[in-house]
């Protein structure tokens, strides 16, 4: 009896504990995961990093969650000084990577707990990425911070082929004779979209950077960069005065200059592709035909490119094309985060989103980008473009997206107020010296420019 | 009370015929009867408490964080349109984008933060917040640029390119926004069913209730057998108590959720429904005026590349005094039902622990006479 009654009570109290447990019950639990702030909205891109992504998660079985913002630059900034920086973000340019450099906020990629996984990454960039591209990737006293996920060629003309008797021309007097040509016959050359904040304004100091490119060259280029050539100075004003030569004209581009100041950018070449040309040209990174259209146009057939034209009637030996691309810089270290980068400059990831994207997204590891375009028809824009990367061309880095901040915004805005009113210029042009007398810090010595394979430096 | 005369106990057919042996049983029932008693109260608590825990969590946090991203939202549609209608009236080459402005904005960014503070919508919510605070500063920038634009020469045309920018900036802040008040409604409603879940397995509860029942019945039989005492006050008085704990339990669970489930839908979703009702005609509003503003610059191009199409004309604006009067009366009634249901469960848990006690120390003294007899005579 006395041992049921002891039965009973211990009954009792692990039925108790049960229940208490059961009402108590909670926690959570949960590996880590990385977050990446990325720039990326649209859904092809965002597809397309995503599938990087997943092909990172296959190998490691760690999550990466993306986390994309139009305002990346306000929002990174914000997140950093509330100190709530994600693991990994993609920097707006290389300046605001020199910038969170400069603040102590990145991870150097030779300083990874992983010394020699760290190390393996920043000899695979110095020696399978040209140089162009992995000293975008640097800062303060030439240290490594950063991995280029995506490149792109910014000096293009693209054109529709069928529409167009002939090539465009290879020289800049040519091309501006088409275009006046055009419009005498009440045809408008240029299609041009200016919109997207709250950086509005970059297609055109595209425009005026390749210009200053080709006009003045490349040494010229770098010190205007940097900050030692006046905006005011001949070599500047020119560049603006040969853009304006084109666009102040009436008739010269699509709806007018109003329409080019509200159109978004990614919509910039639509009327390359209506049944009634809008316009026959644009100018910059590959376009973007209108996701809607009834027959989506091909590369090659219905939209093809030219290099940007020269300015001397004889061509120079070395050609000279302005890139860009997408950094991708680590706030927090972590042995995860140091796998992404790893991940990210392989050849494995390199090749994903080019794959997926092969008329627009690019790869800057030479060895990726020469397989790519082996793998691409002969002749094709994708290949092309492959083999541009990979020529002996002089690369330079996209001039806004390598000032300060404060300078590249402030060029943005120059740009939306010389179309809006182009007898303003030497106003605006001795107002943006203004803003670069502020804007630099001491000693500013970039090299925005260089040889696309290492040994052949162009400065 | 008062203690009946003693009876000489008996021996009990299934114990052993000795009074220390009867006296160690008692001291056993004894123990064994406060324990369940104490355990049985203290479990009751949990559960009250995490029935508190659980309306604080919907009614504290989760429906107030879908206020505020409401707010948020319905502050931001009218920023917009406060803003557009002064482009459109000229009244922000002298008065700047103006007070009504100003405030909305300055709304914002309280809801925001207040959102910040409310949500349990996790992770993801931060990163929204993020955006949305540094989208609304490019935002009130690029219309700052148009007013700046506006004034200095004096046409509208010429302040339209950063005002089209403030609204395409304005659409992402909106879809955010509206990101953000659907996950604060779907962590709402998951909160509201996992209180439910939790309340299913609270029921767990009655297991040692129903145990410690059946011991006291035990102890009962047992002074009736060896000391013929057919009701001992204290025991029932013991056994009432932990009867009314459980019941208050049972009852907290129902109460609070009752209090909750009205507050929410009645007051919370009126005040929604007005938010939601404000905000759209407050956009529609705007994009009336904005599509004025585009046609009237470029008549000839149409919307200039901005794809605007001529808005119907809805109701009017006319009423967001009223509105936002009916709004903040629904906000209100929400709000004190929700600290109504949390103040009744305050008191009850205090109830709770009182009846525990009482419980445990009747089953205390309810055997004590019982046992004084085996130790001044019984051996």
């Known amino acids: ?414 740009v939306l107020d010389y179309l809006n009113d182009p007898t303003r210029l030497p106003t605006i042009l001795a107002g943006l010296d203004k803003v670069r007398a502020d804007a630099y810090p001491p000693s500013t010595q970039s090299s925005v420019c260089a040889h696309s394979s290492p040994g052949q430096e162009a400065k | 009370m008062t203690a009946p005369p003693a009876v000489a106990p008996e021996a009990v057919a299934d114990e052993p015929a000795t009074p220390s042996t009867t006296a160690r049983t008692l001291r056993r029932l004894r123990g064994a009867l406060v324990a369940g008693s104490l355990l049985t109260g203290a479990l009751c608590l949990v559960v009250s408490s995490q029935a508190h825990g659980g309306t604080d969590a919907v009614g504290g946090r989760a429906a107030p964080a879908v206020l505020r991203a409401e707010a948020a939202y319905g502050a931001l549609a009218d920023a917009q349109r406060a803003a557009v209608h002064g482009f459109r009236q000229g009244t922000v080459v002298l008065g700047g984008l103006g007070e009504q402005y100003r405030n909305d904005i300055a709304a914002i960014n309280q809801n925001l933060a207040e959102l910040a503070g409310d949500t349990v919508a996790g992770a993801t919510v931060s990163s929204d917040l993020q955006l949305v605070e540094g989208l609304v500063v490019n935002y009130n920038a690029e219309l700052e640029q148009a007013a700046a634009d506006y004034r200095q020469t004096g046409e509208l045309t010429r302040a339209l390119p950063a005002l089209w920018y403030a609204t395409l900036q304005y659409r992402e802040v909106s879809n955010t926004l509206d990101r953000l008040r659907t996950e604060e409604n779907a962590a709402l409603a998951d909160r509201r069913g996992s209180v439910w879940l939790a309340r299913t397995a609270d029921l767990l509860f009655l297991v040692p209730f129903a145990l410690v029942l059946a011991l006291f019945a035990r102890t009962q039989s047992v002074l009736r057998r060896r000391f013929r005492r057919r009701l001992s006050i204290r025991l029932t008085t013991a056994v009432l108590a932990l009867t009314a704990t459980a019941l208050l339990c049972g009852l907290s669970l129902h109460v609070s959720d009752g209090r909750l489930r009205s507050a929410l839908d009645g007051p919370f979703a009126r005040a929604v429904t007005l938010a939601q009702e404000q905000a759209s005609r407050s956009a529609a509003q705007a994009d009336r005026d904005l599509y004025a503003i585009v046609t009237q610059a470029c008549p000839a191009a149409g919307s200039c590349g901005t794809h605007l199409a001529p808005q119907a004309s809805g109701p009017a604006t006319a009423e967001p005094g009223r509105t936002g009067h009916h709004q903040a009366e629904a906000e209100a009634a929400f709000t004190s039902g929700a600290t109504d249901a949390e103040a009744y469960s305050s008191v009850l848990l205090a109830l709770l622990a009182l009846l525990t006690s009482v419980a445990a120390t009747a089953a205390a003294l309810a055997l004590n006479p019982r046992i004084d007899e085996y130790r001044f005579g019984g051996q």
């Open chain 1, 1 to 414: 009896m006395r041992q049921r009654r002891q039965a009973a009570l211990r009954l009792l109290l692990v039925l108790t504990l049960l229940a208490a447990s059961a009402a108590c019950l909670g926690g959570s639990s949960g590996r880590r995961v990385l977050v990446i702030m990325t720039p990326w909205t649209a859904e092809a891109e965002r597809n397309s990093f995503q599938a990087v992504l997943t092909a990172f998660k296959a190998e490691t079985g760690i999550t990466v969650h993306a986390s994309p913002t139009r305002a990346l630059d306000q929002v990174l900034r914000t997140a950093v000084q509330k100190r709530e920086a994600p693991d990994l973000a993609v920097m707006a340019n290389p300046g605001a990577l020199r910038s969170y450099a400069q603040q102590g906020d990145l991870v150097r990629l030779d300083r990874f707990q992983d010394r020699a996984l760290g190390s393996g990454l920043v000899d695979l960039l110095r020696s399978d990425y040209g140089p162009p591209w992995s000293r975008a990737g640097e800062a303060v006293n030439g240290d490594p911070y950063a991995v280029m996920v995506k490149a792109s060629v910014k000096s293009l003309i693209w054109y529709a082929p069928q529409r167009l008797a002939t090539r465009p021309p290879d020289t800049w007097a040519g091309l501006v004779g088409v275009g006046r040509s055009m419009v005498q016959r009440g045809d408008t050359p240029w299609c041009l979209a200016l919109a997207d904040p709250p950086n509005s304004g970059w297609p055109g100091t595209d425009w005026i950077e390749d210009i200053l490119l080709h006009q003045s060259g490349a040494d010229i280029y770098t010190d205007w960069v940097d900050g030692k050539l006046d905006w005011t100075s001949p070599q500047v004003r020119e560049a603006w005065q040969a853009w304006g030569q084109i666009f102040t004209a009436e008739g010269s581009i699509h709806g007018g200059p109003l329409t080019a100041l509200l159109t978004g950018y990614g919509e910039g070449a639509y009327p390359l592709f209506t049944a009634s040309p809008g316009c026959y040209f644009e100018h910059g990174a590959p376009v973007t035909p209108d996701p809607t259209a009834v027959t989506k146009p091909l590369p090659g057939k219905d939209y093809d490119f030219v290099p940007f034209p020269e300015f001397r009637p004889t061509p120079t030996p070395t050609p000279a094309y302005e890139v860009s691309g997408d950094l991708v810089a680590m706030f927090h270290d972590s042995p995860e985060a140091e796998r992404f980068m790893a991940f990210l400059a392989s050849p494995q990831a390199q090749q994903i989103w080019p794959g997926l994207q092969p008329e627009s997204a690019f790869s800057a590891n030479r060895a990726v980008a020469t397989r790519l375009a082996s793998g691409h028809a002969t002749g094709s824009v994708a290949r092309r473009i492959d083999e541009l990367l990979t020529s002996s061309a002089i690369l330079c880095f996209d001039a806004s997206d390598s000032m300060p901040s404060s300078m590249a915004a402030a060029f943005n805005r120059a």
